[in-house]
């Protein structure tokens, strides 16, 4: 992999996000069930998802966050889960 050429420097102004229309997209923004484009998709460091594109909001953690209760009702697990 290269190195960027700006590697070590401050972030330009152009390199931030806007958080407060992040945060707003975030709940907002509502992903299509039958767009590929908008489901979550995970790799070994987690989500590859964004709220901008629809494929990281809040009806996607609803969703995971209601799987994992039901596949732990089914198996019978009742201890707590600490997620991190």
């Known amino acids: ?5 700006r590697a070590g420097q401050p972030a330009q102004q152009s390199d931030l996000i806007n958080v407060a229309q992040l945060t707003a997209q975030y ?3 509502k992903p299509e069930a039958g767009n590929a484009e908008h489901a979550v998709k995970f790799g070994t460091s987690g ?6 594109r629809h494929s ?6 609803l969703a995971i966050a209601q799987a994992i209760a039901e ?3 089914k198996k019978r697990y009742h201890w707590p889960l600490l997620c991190g």
């Open 1 to 5: 992999m290269a190195i960027h050429n």
């Open 71 to 73: 596949e732990r009702a």
């Open 47 to 52: 989500h590859r998802g964004s709220a901008a």
């Open 56 to 61: 990281f909001n809040e009806p996607h953690i």
């Open 27 to 29: 709940y907002v923004l």
